[in-house]
């Protein structure tokens, strides 16, 4: 099974920009879906954008959609959410999460994921 490790976080001014990175171990990547969610203080935990195991296909909550965008290299075990235009909203724990599965659908729901990466604080400030 992989493992995962966040990392790019950080504190940003409104407008700005922040690339997250998932860096995943082992050899069996490109069977899982990969997924971003966030979480604030006193929220619930977040669906942010998913990836398909090859990277065909992406999937954004609407309240990003435009301004954040997923992709992945799995010769590099590697996922990325590049974000843009970031505002105070945007202001979470931000975690990778992936799923082992032959299922077409790119899971939303926080509770399909069973690997989790430790995650990362984004802070944007205005």
């Known amino acids: 099974q992989v493992q995962l490790v966040d990392s790019g976080g950080g504190l940003v001014q409104v407008g700005g920009s922040l690339r997250l990175s998932c860096a995943a171990s082992g050899r069996t990547f490109d069977r899982y879906h990969v997924a971003w969610f966030r979480q604030a203080p006193g929220e619930e935990r977040q669906f942010v954008a998913g990836i398909s195991r090859t990277g065909g296909r992406t999937t954004y909550a609407d309240s990003v959609k435009g301004r954040f965008t997923i992709s992945r290299d799995n010769g590099r075990n590697t996922v990325y959410l590049q974000m843009n235009t970031l505002n105070t909203e945007d202001t979470a724990v931000y975690y990778c999460?992936?799923?082992?599965?032959?299922?077409?659908?790119?899971?939303?729901?926080?509770?399909?994921?069973?690997?989790w990466g430790q995650g990362t604080q984004v802070t944007v400030s205005s």
């Open positions: 999460a992936a799923r082992a599965t032959s299922v077409w659908l790119i899971s939303t729901d926080y509770r399909s994921y069973d690997r």
